[in-house]
């Protein structure tokens, strides 16, 4: 059973515009959430995480918002820049030491 | 700087013949942890340690040990490589205690190919 879902496996983008990812998650439990940047031949980087204490964070050009009633995270990159171009992964963990991933969303971002 | 370093980056090896993937991070943190990444799967954890002498498998551990003698090490072992093995594996370590969730630092990522 898979906890959390990427289930837009691509997502191509204007330069400038907003790039928004989704996330859904099955397990009420879940307490943190976090986003991966992956670009090929190098490990993940943390991006942005999220509490679910909130609703929101934000961090320059990068949002996260969390609907905790629908089990649903999105990060909205505002503007999109060709260098943003990589796969993200959203990522779930429940007071404990594991994070659950997603498959990924490989994000493109044209010129 | 800090890193988390893995070595081999790229190994091409036969069924059946042991292998260890090395992992070692400068950071001076308590959780390692072990991931393999497939196409269409995502990032899977293989097996994780809290601490030194402290592992626990993680959601696909069959086919791979792990051990934790030092803090800075957690060498992933392969005693029968097989090829459904095949895959890129990504070591990770963190602070535990403070802000739960707190980001993991990944290494490079090793590519494994098992004929």
């Known amino acids: 059973d898979q906890q959390v879902k990427q289930n837009s496996p691509s997502l191509s983008v204007q330069e400038g515009r907003i790039s928004i990812l989704n996330c859904d998650y099955t397990?009420?439990?879940?307490?943190?959430f976090l986003w991966y940047k992956k670009y090929p031949a190098e490990g993940p980087t943390f991006l942005i995480s999220?509490?679910?204490?909130?609703d929101k964070n934000e961090d320059g050009r990068f949002t996260v918002f969390l609907n905790k009633s629908a089990k649903h995270l999105s990060l909205h990159i505002v503007p999109s820049q060709p260098g943003d171009s990589a796969v993200y992964f959203c990522?779930?963990?429940?007071?404990?030491?594991?994070?659950?991933f997603g498959k990924g969303t490989k994000l493109t971002v044209n010129p | 700087e800090a890193q988390v370093t893995q070595n081999p980056r790229y190994l091409i090896t036969v069924t059946g013949k042991k292998l260890t993937v090395t992992c070692s991070q400068n950071?001076?943190?308590?959780?390692m942890s072990w991931y393999r990444q497939d196409p269409g799967l995502g990032l899977r954890q293989i097996y994780y340690?809290?601490?030194?002498?402290?592992?626990d498998k993680g959601d696909v551990p069959e086919g791979y040990k792990v051990s934790r003698k030092e803090k800075r090490n957690f060498p992933l072992i392969l005693e029968s490589p097989s090829p459904n093995q095949t895959s890129l594996y990504f070591c990770?370590?963190?602070?535990?205690?403070?802000?739960?969730?707190?980001?993991?630092?990944f290494g490079d990522g090793t590519r494994l190919s098992i004929l």
């Open positions: 990770a370590s963190r602070r535990r205690g403070g802000r739960v969730g707190q980001p993991q630092h």
């Open positions: 397990n009420s439990m879940f307490d943190y």
């Open positions: 999220i509490s679910s204490i909130k």
């Open positions: 990522a779930a963990s429940f007071r404990s030491e594991k994070l659950v």
């Open positions: 950071m001076n943190h308590e959780y």
């Open positions: 340690s809290m601490n030194v002498e402290v592992t």
